[in-house]
């Protein structure tokens, strides 16, 4: 079966604590992955994502995530958030290639409460 | 360039009653998603338009779900009659490309609350 699976549905940190969110997926074929953010308000975005090459990714506002095939896990970090950083953030996979596999495989997603 | 816009934004009607939601996509953007959040689940797929036509629709849970994208623009989906499972965050995501690389831009989505 399809599926990703998110290990922390509830996080809380204060300013400049580091952060691990983790994600494993299953799926019958290669995928690409995804880490998508949403905001207070605001509409999903995309944070980064992994196509091929280099494992570690580097996205916007100082977030990285690393996968590993191995572990099919895409685990996502940064080492210093803010109070900005507060948010829903989802992981999700594609398969590639051709067919009906556009539609993204989503995580129940892990809200993050960052305190000043 | 405008992004995707949903509406409305809040929804409130009781069982048994109609509901159309709307989604406008990013202009040019051939391709149109349609994805839903229930409270406590993961985001689900719905359907996918590649213009005006459905290229999958595996993910509609019924057949009280009615989507459409007439001249391949704007789409709607409608709920009749709706049910209380039926409420929820329905998002809209529109892509330039079909290919597994191509971004996807979100709505703010709809949500929907059927009492």
């Known amino acids: 079966a399809q599926s990703v699976s998110q290990h922390n549905h509830h996080v809380i940190l204060s300013e400049a604590a580091s952060l691990e969110l983790g994600c494993n997926y299953s799926y019958g074929g290669t995928v690409n992955l995804f880490w998508y953010v949403q905001y207070p308000g605001q509409h999903l975005q995309l944070l980064l994502k992994y196509f091929s090459g280099d494992p570690l990714v580097k996205g916007i506002k100082g977030f990285e995530a690393e996968f590993i095939k191995s572990k099919f896990s895409f685990n996502l970090r940064k080492p210093s958030v803010q109070w900005s950083d507060t948010a829903e953030y989802f992981c999700?996979?594609?398969?590639?290639?051709?067919?009906?596999?556009?539609?993204?495989?989503w995580g129940l997603g892990t809200s993050l409460a960052v305190n000043p | 360039e405008a992004g995707v816009t949903q509406f409305p934004s809040h929804s409130v009607i009781e069982k048994g009653q109609t509901v159309t939601l709307r989604c406008d996509p990013i202009?040019?953007?051939?391709?149109l998603y349609w994805y839903r959040r229930v409270m406590g689940k993961e985001i689900k797929f719905l359907l996918h338009f590649v213009k005006e036509s459905k290229q999958d629709e595996s993910g509609m849970p019924n057949n009280r779900f009615l989507a459409e994208r007439t001249g391949g623009t704007y789409s709607t989906l409608k709920v009749q009659p709706a049910e209380l499972e039926d409420s929820g965050v329905y998002f809209c995501?529109?892509?330039?490309?079909?290919?597994?690389?191509?971004?996807?831009?979100f709505g703010n989505g709809t949500r929907l609350t059927v009492t």
């Open positions: 999700a996979v594609r398969g590639k290639g051709a067919g009906n596999n556009r539609k993204l495989i």
């Open positions: 995501a529109s892509s330039p490309g079909q290919g597994s690389n191509s971004p996807l831009h």
């Open positions: 202009s040019g953007h051939d391709n």
